[in-house]
């Protein structure tokens, strides 16, 4: 391949915590890999996926990366020594937060180690007010000796700048950023307002930390792999996945990392997404069910469902990303009895290593993935994807006891943990669905990652799904997603403004601004392609404590006036509320401003393997592809599209 | 009663209890009233057809634990089960016959099953207001007539009597804001439909037989948990007590007394020797102590991982003299009633301390502060209500957790910059950490907080219900107590107190300062390793 396709490839290489995939697209076809990921050193798993696909860096013209390298930085405390500084009076923001409780009924109960102690945060004499005016001046040349005291004594990596009201106006941050910047040259300078231009101190601190905290890790990390693929001869382009989504260029990831939060599991989603779309299917609720856990994410209409804050390891980040719930089901999920006599599955797992005791090597644990080599949906004795045989005879051992501590016999101790496993799977999938106003009915399940192909059916059927979908090469899916993904970059910004009179003008300038902030951005680093805006408004009634997401369809974003910014806030009002608001009697406010500015990645050929089924076929059928399983209960057939999707279906 | 396998009882089990987490998800989701929507000052479960709860919602504030099954039973006993028919719901928000204040309102809606009644959905909320003397906290009422609005436990009918108004009607007519209020108990209603659903799409799947034999297995399988936790400890007889400072009309410390006998597994809790019932409204209604009484047990005998119901009822005994603090006499007021309810559940985690020492937790701030400032402008009332936090007890294994919500509950506080862009009477001007209120010890207390307000307006008016003022948080084997709570106003050079529950007119230029205090430290505060000590430094230094 390299000689005859010389830097006409698009790669993505994505990170799990079991094994680092490849999708490489090229003229010639799709090719993928899978190798066993190297935690401790993730950049050289991309590099052995490189080498198992039979690729070199001077084939590729696109290199689209995503991992874990930020989320971790993050769970083992390893970033940046960080300083705050903040208005003085609230240094203790990131220490008091909002006061509220992770886990309830615990007395011993410890909040999240902070990122930054105590002491290494300074209070600053200033104060802005929420309509941006100034209530006390920042005087740069009177708080110079003690921030240089400060830094000095600190021998900090970093500083995080997050001031009172600068989501109103940035000029303060701004000139203590340009004063840290005298004092110590080689210092990192984080501020809040270009973190996120959203109210609410301790969530915009917390975000600044985490972002400044991953940023040097991130931006060595980045820095490494650059180089190393440079000196294999690549000279396309590098980008990175978000968690919202869509990528960006490595250079502007290394500049500010919070988007790369979280980031982990938003490629399959886009992968599921494109792959769906290829059969035309764009309602789908994605199921990927890995070694450990499973996630799940709603898509309506071809666009997943967005959050605006998450926790990092109990830390809030507030930037847009996919809304992801995770339940601690996965095939190395353990299954015990509770000391109630309660059969329960996880939340501890065996992991990749030693893994499942099928795998062989030497764990004794029964896990779900015995349970299916027990119930022959994993054939035993065969090599599966990733090189591994699996024992039968452990899977048996490992189950023995458990079914005599629960007088069953040892299939139907296996059976009874698959329907305990998938129960939790649909409590996963309600809560993005019925608990959000949405009828799981009416989407398609799309299951990906090792294990999901093998529970998609049975899921479906506890939940009324009819349909479900599974890609090919849905071991990989993750890292297809990398290459299906738009470049995204998003803002948002605080700005309130009661509907009057002359409102939609102004709100039509403050979306024009954003727009145009983002779309410079893009020309900055170089990204082209067909552009496309999403914009959301926060809006409540006056008064009132919370705000609604109000979606602004963006071709009437030209003709906006303050009927339509009223009526729309009414429609999100009156579903989410389920009753109707009077706007007429009750003034309306936007609160908050997100955008969203796409650029559509090229066409894209679906991630079609060899034909997985002729014609069509009655459950119950196991299928196997190159990277997972696929279980057909009875009652479902199966037929492959041509798109390469595989398409089950209850019978009615 | 019908055998049911390991996995339909597993599988079933957590359908019933995401039935309930969704319920709660829906309630709070489309609440209008903060008191719901962010504190989640709620709650949501299934219970059985004799009113034993199920399951309940987990992820809520924990005051309303375990309280339920108490109110259903008392509407059962008001309205016998058999008249009901379909569409038919009870809703009571009466103290005195198993609510914990009138704010709470709790809806209890039959889930009909082939004609009969296999199991209630129940949702409850705190209301912002429900009418009396004041708007949403009325500190003077003597009587409960003057606390609001009183729905004795009754049926109605929700085509009848909700959606063609005339219950609605008649509770519109009497409270103060009428849309968020109708709104949130339609919300309300709106959780118990989505609770009865998911139970008749249960009963389509697996069988009514076994959904019912699934729902008595949960019961029974908490009261085996329960049951195992109170067997692992020592039979005995245990006390522990503690106070709260006042009524706020001069009389206190007011006595609260736990009386634990732990006999192989069964538990018996027994509040004689509290103190008599208050004038005031810092009584708690019955409903309230049990459910202090059960998150104490929940949170010391138990992983987090059991969902309590019915069986842990049946495991504990819960006695309450008659016309005592934890169990007044109609009419007595109980608006206040969580500070009583912390004591309870403090002196719960005393007696059971000094059954297991070596698991014991010292005592936390443990307080509700509801702190209210309002300003009159224009002819409009502008009002701004917080709840504060406080500090943790120490353990064996680890100092206290430092400003932080309250274990009853789960308040957040609110944005300065929220504060900045809604109010224009007063100013924050400070939220600090008080490294060293946390009580000394070998682990030291969890610290407490202290905001401070400077006034912008003449006439704004303070009002503040809290406690632990004058009683300290107490520390353990050898610990010292946390430092106290207070609230001084800053007028020029006077320095003004203010009690723990209070009511004060300020001025403009006025500087608030309100202080939460530390939770009680745990060991010999010599024993304390040097590189805590120096921790502890570090975390006093002011740059």
Same mark, same amino acid.
């Given at each position: 391949?390299?000689?005859?396709?010389?830097?006409?490839?698009?790669?993505?290489?994505?990170?799990?915590?079991?094994?680092?995939?490849?999708?490489?697209?090229?003229?010639?076809?799709?090719?993928?890999?899978?190798?066993?990921?190297?935690?401790?050193?993730?950049?050289?798993?991309?590099?052995?996926?490189?080498?198992?696909?039979?690729? *070199?860096?001077?084939?590729?013209?696109?290199?689209?990366?995503?991992?874990?390298?930020?989320?971790?930085?993050?769970?083992?405390?390893?970033?940046?020594?960080?300083?705050?500084?903040?208005?003085?009076?609230?240094?203790?923001?990131?220490?008091?937060?909002?006061?509220?409780? $992770?886990?309830?009924?615990?007395?011993?109960?410890?909040?999240?180690?902070?990122?930054?102690? +105590?002491?290494?945060?300074?209070?600053?004499?200033?104060?802005?007010?929420?309509?941006?005016?100034?209530?006390?001046?920042?005087?740069?040349?009177?708080?110079?000796?003690?921030?240089?005291?400060?830094?000095?004594?600190?021998?900090?990596?970093?500083?995080?700048?997050?001031?009172?009201?600068?989501?109103?106006?940035?000029?303060?941050?701004?000139?203590?950023?340009?004063?840290?910047?005298?004092?110590?040259?080689?210092?990192?300078?984080?501020?809040?307002?270009?973190?996120?231009?959203?109210?609410?101190?301790?969530?915009?601190?917390?975000?600044?930390?985490?972002?400044?905290?991953?940023?040097?890790?991130?931006?060595?990390?980045?820095?490494?792999?650059?180089?190393?693929?440079?000196?294999?001869?690549?000279?396309?382009?590098?980008?990175?996945?978000?968690?919202?989504?869509?990528?960006?260029?490595?250079?502007?990831?290394?500049? *500010?990392?919070?988007?790369?939060?979280?980031?982990?599991?938003?490629?399959?989603?886009?992968?599921?997404?494109?792959?769906?779309?290829?059969?035309?299917?764009?309602?789908?609720?994605?199921?990927?069910?890995?070694?450990?856990?499973?996630?799940?994410?709603?898509?309506?209409?071809?666009?997943?469902?967005?959050?605006?804050?998450?926790?990092?390891?109990?830390?809030?980040?507030?930037?847009?990303?996919? =809304?992801?719930?995770?339940?601690?089901?996965?095939?190395?999920?353990?299954?015990?009895?509770?000391?109630?006599?309660?059969?329960?599955?996880?939340?501890?797992?065996?992991?990749?290593?030693?893994?499942?005791?099928?795998?062989?090597?030497?764990?004794?644990?029964?896990? $779900?993935?015995?349970?299916?080599?027990?119930?022959?949906?994993?054939?035993?004795?065969?090599?599966?994807?990733?090189?591994?045989?699996?024992?039968?005879?452990?899977?048996?051992?490992?189950?023995?006891?458990?079914?005599?501590?629960?007088?069953?016999?040892?299939?139907?101790?296996?059976?009874?943990?698959?329907?305990?496993?998938?129960?939790?799977?649909?409590?996963?999938?309600?809560?993005?669905?019925?608990?959000?106003?949405?009828?799981?009915?009416?989407?398609?399940?799309?299951?990906?990652?090792?294990?999901?192909?093998? #529970?998609?059916?049975?899921?479906?059927?506890?939940?009324?799904?009819?349909?479900?979908?599974?890609?090919?090469?849905?071991?990989?899916?993750?890292?297809?997603?990398?290459?299906?993904?738009?470049?995204?970059?998003?803002?948002?910004?605080?700005?309130?403004?009661?509907?009057?009179?002359?409102?939609?003008?102004?709100?039509?300038?403050?979306?024009?601004?954003?727009?145009?902030?983002?779309?410079?951005?893009?020309?900055?680093?170089?990204?082209?392609?067909?552009?496309?805006?999403?914009?959301?408004?926060?809006?409540?009634?006056?008064?009132?404590?919370?705000?609604?997401?109000?979606?602004?369809?963006?071709?009437?974003?030209?003709?906006?006036?303050?009927?339509?910014?009223?009526?729309?806030?009414?429609?999100?009002?009156?579903?989410?509320?389920?009753?109707?608001?009077?706007?007429?009697?009750?003034?309306?406010?936007?609160?908050?401003?997100?955008?969203?500015?796409?650029?559509?990645?090229?066409?894209?050929?679906?991630?079609?393997?060899?034909?997985?089924?002729? @014609?069509?076929?009655?459950?119950?059928?196991?299928?196997?592809?190159?990277?997972?399983?696929?279980?057909?209960?009875?009652?479902?057939?199966?037929?492959?599209?041509?798109?390469?999707?595989?398409?089950?279906?209850?019978?009615? | 009663?019908?055998?049911?396998?390991?996995?339909?009882?597993?599988?079933? /089990?957590?359908?019933?209890?995401?039935?309930?987490?969704?319920?709660?998800?829906?309630?709070?989701?489309?609440?209008?009233?903060?008191?719901?929507?962010?504190?989640?000052?709620?709650?949501?479960?299934?219970?059985?057809?004799?009113?034993?709860?199920?399951?309940?919602?987990?992820?809520?504030?924990?005051?309303?634990?375990?309280?339920?099954?108490?109110?259903?039973?008392?509407?059962?006993?008001?309205?016998?089960?058999?008249?009901?028919?379909?569409?038919?719901?009870?809703?009571?928000?009466?103290?005195? #016959?198993?609510?914990?204040?009138?704010?709470?309102?709790?809806?209890?809606?039959?889930?009909?099953?082939?004609?009969?009644?296999?199991?209630?959905?129940?949702?409850?909320?705190?209301?912002?207001?429900?009418?009396?003397?004041?708007?949403?906290?009325?500190?003077?009422?003597?009587?409960?007539?003057?606390?609001?609005?009183?729905?004795?436990?009754?049926?109605?009918?929700?085509?009848?009597?909700?959606?063609?108004?005339?219950?609605?009607?008649?509770?519109?007519?009497?409270?103060?804001?009428?849309?968020?209020?109708?709104?949130?108990?339609?919300?309300?209603?709106?959780?118990?439909?989505?609770?009865?659903?998911?139970?008749?799409?249960?009963?389509? +799947?697996?069988?009514?037989?076994?959904?019912?034999?699934?729902?008595?297995?949960?019961?029974?399988?908490?009261?085996? +948990?329960?049951?195992?936790?109170?067997?692992?400890?020592?039979?005995?007889?245990?006390?522990?007590?503690?106070?709260?400072?006042?009524?706020?009309?001069?009389?206190?410390?007011?006595?609260?007394?736990?009386?634990?006998?732990?006999?192989?597994?069964?538990?018996?809790?027994?509040?004689?020797?509290?103190?008599?019932?208050?004038?005031?409204?810092?009584?708690?209604?019955?409903?309230?102590?049990?459910?202090?009484?059960?998150?104490?047990?929940?949170?010391?005998?138990?992983?987090?991982?059991?969902?309590?119901?019915?069986?842990?009822?049946?495991?504990?005994?819960?006695?309450?003299?008659? @016309?005592?603090?934890? *169990?007044?006499?109609?009419?007595?007021?109980?608006?206040?009633?969580?500070?009583?309810?912390?004591?309870?559940?403090?002196?719960?985690?005393?007696?059971?301390?000094?059954?297991?020492?070596?698991?014991?937790?010292?005592?936390?701030?443990?307080?509700?502060?509801?702190?209210?400032?309002?300003?009159?402008? =224009?002819?409009?009332?502008?009002?701004?209500?917080?709840?504060?936090?406080?500090?943790?007890?120490?353990?064996?294994?680890?100092?206290?957790?430092?400003?932080?919500?309250?274990?009853?509950?789960?308040?957040?506080?609110?944005?300065?910059?929220?504060?900045?862009?809604?109010?224009?009477?007063?100013?924050?001007?400070?939220?600090?950490?008080?490294?060293?209120?946390?009580?000394?010890?070998?682990?030291?207390?969890? *610290?407490?907080?202290?905001?401070?307000?400077?006034?912008?307006?003449?006439?704004?008016?303070?009002?503040?219900?809290?406690?632990?003022?004058?009683?300290?948080?107490?520390?353990?084997? /050898?610990?010292?107590?946390?430092?106290?709570?207070?609230?001084?106003? +800053?007028?020029?050079?006077?320095?003004?107190?203010?009690?723990?529950?209070?009511?004060?007119?300020?001025?403009?230029? =006025?500087?608030?300062?309100?202080?939460?205090?530390?939770?009680?430290?745990?060991?010999?505060?010599?024993?304390?390793?040097?590189?805590?000590?120096?921790?502890?430094?570090?975390?006093?230094?002011?740059?």
């Amino acid at each position: 391949m390299s000689d005859s396709t010389p830097r006409r490839l698009a790669v993505g290489v994505e990170i799990g915590g079991t094994f680092t995939d490849l999708v490489a697209i090229g003229p010639d076809g799709v090719r993928v890999a899978k190798v066993p990921s190297t935690p401790a050193r993730p950049d050289e798993a991309v590099f052995d996926v490189l080498d198992a696909a039979g690729l *070199n860096p001077s084939d590729i013209a696109e290199f689209v990366h995503g991992s874990t390298v930020a989320t971790n930085a993050v769970l083992e405390r390893k970033g940046a020594r960080l300083a705050l500084l903040a208005t003085e009076g609230f240094r203790d923001v990131l220490i008091l937060g909002r006061q509220d409780r $992770l886990r309830l009924f615990d007395l011993r109960y410890r909040r999240p180690k902070p990122l930054v102690a +105590r002491e290494d945060s300074l209070g600053v004499p200033e104060r802005m007010l929420a309509d941006g005016s100034t209530l006390t001046p920042f005087d740069a040349e009177a708080f110079a000796p003690r921030l240089a005291a400060f830094l000095d004594r600190g021998r900090y990596d970093a500083v995080a700048i997050c001031l009172l009201n600068a989501y109103a106006n940035p000029a303060h941050e701004q000139a203590l950023a340009a004063l840290v910047r005298r004092i110590a040259p080689g210092l990192r300078v984080t501020c809040s307002h270009e973190v996120t231009g959203e109210f609410r101190e301790y969530e915009r601190a917390s975000t600044t930390a985490l972002s400044a905290y991953v940023q040097p890790v991130l931006d060595a990390y980045l820095g490494r792999m650059e180089q190393r693929l440079e000196a294999g001869g690549f000279r396309g382009e590098l980008s990175v996945m978000q968690s919202g989504g869509g990528r960006v260029p490595a250079a502007a990831m290394r500049r *500010n990392a919070a988007s790369a939060l979280l980031s982990g599991p938003a490629a399959g989603v886009m992968g599921a997404v494109r792959q769906a779309a290829q059969s035309g299917v764009r309602d789908i609720i994605t199921l990927d069910i890995g070694g450990t856990s499973a996630d799940v994410a709603l898509v309506e209409a071809g666009r997943p469902a967005m959050t605006r804050d998450a926790l990092v390891d109990g830390l809030v980040v507030q930037m847009p990303m996919l =809304d992801i719930t995770t339940v601690g089901a996965g095939g190395g999920s353990i299954a015990w009895v509770d000391e109630g006599g309660m059969l329960r599955v996880g939340p501890r797992s065996a992991g990749a290593d030693p893994g499942p005791a099928c795998y062989g090597r030497g764990d004794t644990q029964p896990t $779900l993935t015995d349970a299916h080599v027990i119930a022959g949906r994993i054939p035993s004795g065969k090599r599966l994807a990733g090189g591994l045989v699996m024992d039968g005879a452990a899977a048996r051992a490992a189950f023995a006891p458990l079914a005599a501590q629960l007088g069953l016999s040892v299939e139907s101790a296996a059976d009874s943990v698959v329907r305990i496993a998938v129960a939790s799977v649909v409590a996963a999938v309600r809560l993005v669905s019925t608990e959000r106003g949405h009828d799981p009915r009416s989407f398609v399940l799309v299951p990906y990652g090792g294990a999901g192909p093998l #529970h998609a059916a049975a899921v479906a059927e506890e939940l009324g799904i009819a349909r479900v979908l599974v890609p090919p090469g849905a071991g990989v899916l993750s890292a297809y997603g990398l290459l299906a993904a738009d470049h995204s970059l998003f803002a948002a910004r605080t700005r309130r403004l009661t509907i009057a009179p002359g409102a939609a003008a102004e709100v039509r300038q403050e979306i024009a601004a954003l727009r145009s902030d983002l779309a410079g951005r893009f020309d900055a680093l170089g990204v082209a392609g067909d552009r496309r805006l999403e914009v959301t408004l926060d809006m409540r009634l006056l008064g009132q404590a919370f705000e609604i997401g109000v979606p602004l369809p963006a071709e009437a974003l030209e003709t906006l006036d303050e009927a339509a910014l009223l009526a729309g806030f009414a429609a999100a009002h009156e579903r989410i509320y389920r009753a109707p608001v009077d706007t007429a009697r009750r003034p309306v406010e936007v609160v908050s401003y997100r955008v969203a500015l796409h650029a559509a990645r090229a066409a894209l050929p679906g991630l079609a393997g060899p034909r997985r089924l002729d @014609g069509q076929g009655d459950g119950p059928l196991l299928i196997e592809d190159a990277t997972a399983t696929i279980w057909v209960p009875p009652g479902w057939t199966a037929a492959e599209d041509a798109a390469g999707n595989l398409l089950l279906t209850r019978a009615p | 009663m019908t055998a049911i396998s390991p996995a339909d009882q597993a599988v079933i /089990g957590q359908a019933l209890l995401s039935a309930a987490r969704e319920m709660g998800a829906k309630l709070c989701r489309s609440a209008f009233s903060p008191i719901v929507r962010d504190a989640k000052d709620a709650s949501t479960g299934l219970m059985d057809a004799t009113g034993a709860a199920v399951v309940q919602s987990d992820e809520l504030i924990p005051v309303l634990v375990g309280s339920l099954s108490v109110t259903l039973r008392r509407c059962m006993q008001a309205v016998p089960p058999e008249t009901l028919r379909e569409g038919d719901f009870y809703l009571t928000n009466h103290p005195y #016959h198993g609510a914990h204040h009138l704010q709470d309102i709790l809806v209890f809606m039959p889930a009909f099953v082939d004609g009969r009644i296999i199991a209630y959905a129940a949702a409850v909320a705190h209301h912002l207001d429900v009418g009396g003397g004041a708007p949403g906290l009325n500190s003077s009422a003597t009587d409960l007539y003057g606390e609001g609005l009183i729905l004795p436990p009754a049926r109605w009918n929700f085509a009848r009597d909700w959606q063609d108004g005339n219950l609605r009607t008649l509770i519109g007519a009497n409270i103060r804001v009428p849309d968020q209020t109708l709104g949130d108990i339609e919300s309300q209603f709106a959780a118990c439909f989505t609770g009865i659903a998911r139970l008749r799409e249960l009963c389509a +799947r697996h069988g009514t037989a076994t959904v019912e034999a699934a729902m008595a297995g949960q019961i029974a399988y908490v009261e085996r +948990r329960v049951r195992a936790a109170v067997a692992a400890l020592p039979d005995g007889t245990y006390v522990g007590e503690d106070f709260v400072d006042d009524d706020g009309a001069g009389s206190g410390p007011l006595r609260v007394r736990a009386t634990v006998t732990v006999a192989g597994d069964s538990l018996a809790v027994d509040f004689a020797g509290s103190a008599p019932q208050v004038r005031t409204h810092m009584n708690a209604p019955y409903a309230s102590v049990v459910s202090g009484t059960l998150a104490a047990l929940k949170s010391f005998l138990t992983t987090d991982d059991v969902p309590f119901n019915e069986g842990a009822a049946r495991a504990v005994t819960i006695t309450v003299p008659e @016309g005592t603090l934890l *169990n007044p006499r109609f009419p007595a007021p109980v608006r206040a009633r969580m500070e009583a309810t912390y004591r309870a559940h403090d002196a719960v985690l005393k007696a059971l301390g000094a059954a297991v020492p070596e698991r014991a937790v010292a005592t936390g701030f443990d307080t509700t502060t509801a702190f209210c400032l309002s300003h009159l402008q =224009d002819g409009r009332y502008r009002v701004f209500i917080e709840l504060r936090d406080g500090g943790y007890g120490a353990h064996a294994g680890a100092d206290g957790c430092d400003a932080i919500t309250g274990p009853l509950s789960n308040c957040t506080n609110v944005p300065v910059e929220a504060i900045d862009a809604d109010h224009d009477f007063f100013r924050i001007e400070a939220f600090a950490l008080l490294p060293g209120t946390g009580g000394r010890g070998q682990h030291r207390g969890g *610290n407490g907080s202290i905001r401070r307000y400077r006034i912008l307006r003449d006439g704004v008016r303070l009002a503040i219900y809290t406690d632990r003022f004058r009683v300290a948080a107490e520390g353990l084997m /050898g610990g010292e107590p946390g430092a106290l709570g207070g609230c001084v106003i +800053r007028r020029g050079a006077e320095k003004i107190s203010v009690r723990s529950k209070d009511d004060v007119v300020l001025r403009a230029g =006025d500087v608030l300062e309100m202080w939460t205090g530390g939770g009680g430290g745990y060991g010999p505060p010599d024993a304390r390793p040097d590189a805590l000590l120096a921790a502890d430094a570090r975390l006093a230094q002011e740059p």
